[in-house]
Nanobody
Framework: QVQLVESGGGLVQAGGSLRLSCAAS????????MGWFRQGPGKDREIVAA????????YYVDSVKGRFTISRDNAKNMVYLQMNSLKPEDTAVYYC?????????????????WGQGTQVTVSS
């Protein structure tokens, strides 16, 4: 099992940027698919971005393509989500997740470990 702690959320104006970080513990981190999910007010949790164990593959939900970038540093057991050009509709609790597969559907089925979440609020 991997333990995950997110940080970097906050309040930002539309058009601004935030960088979320996820610190992972556990020796199996480097073999894990990592992902960021979000759950907005009154909405279901959705995948935002995912990255394969070596960073060779990434996935983005259409609504964030070109604005968000997921990355990882396996030497530091860290995953990041750089969020630019933020919009009010990006307001949500953002969760870091770790898993062992890439091809399951829905995306959440690929992940077994979840962080507690960090709040991102984008004001208009």
């Amino acid at each position: 099992q991997v333990q995950l702690v997110e940080s970097g959320g906050g309040l930002v104006q539309a058009g601004g940027s935030l960088r979320l970080s996820c610190a992972a513990s556990g020796r199996t981190f480097t073999s894990k698919t990592m992902g960021w999910f979000r759950q907005g007010p009154g909405k279901d949790r959705e995948i935002v971005a995912a990255i394969s164990w070596n960073g060779g593959a990434t996935y983005y939900v259409d609504s964030v393509k070109g604005r968000f970038t997921i990355s990882r540093d396996n030497a530091k057991n860290m995953v990041y989500l750089q969020m630019n050009s933020l919009k009010p509709e990006d307001t949500a609790v953002y969760y870091c997740a770790a898993g062992s597969s890439w091809y399951g559907t829905p995306w959440s089925s690929n992940f077994a470990s979840w962080g507690q979440g960090t709040q991102v609020t984008v004001s208009s």
